[in-house]
């Protein structure tokens, strides 16, 4: 998959990463079952992490490079 994280306009986080070594950070296991999924997963967050609106994109792709599904969040943080 690849992966951003951006603050406003800065990219945090742009990298590529292997995605059923990640999914395993919130409990689950590839392959994945085909439709839809719902997640929660609480995480303990530095007090660092300046407030605001942070965007995630993640886009997933097969073994052969075909888009197989993507994901775009906004999460804002207060203080």
Do not use: W
Request: charged fraction near 25%; aromatic fraction near 6%; charge should be negative.
């Amino acid at each position: 998959m690849h992966l951003q994280v951006k603050y406003g306009l800065i990219t945090l986080i742009n990298q590529d990463a292997d995605l059923c070594e990640t999914i395993g950070k919130a409990d689950l296991t590839c392959p994945l079952e085909k439709g839809e999924m719902s997640l929660t997963k609480d995480v303990d967050l530095p007090q660092q992490i300046p407030p605001g609106t942070y965007t995630v994109l993640a886009d997933v792709f097969d073994q052969d490079g075909k888009k197989i599904t993507c994901l775009t969040s906004k999460i804002t943080f207060h203080r």
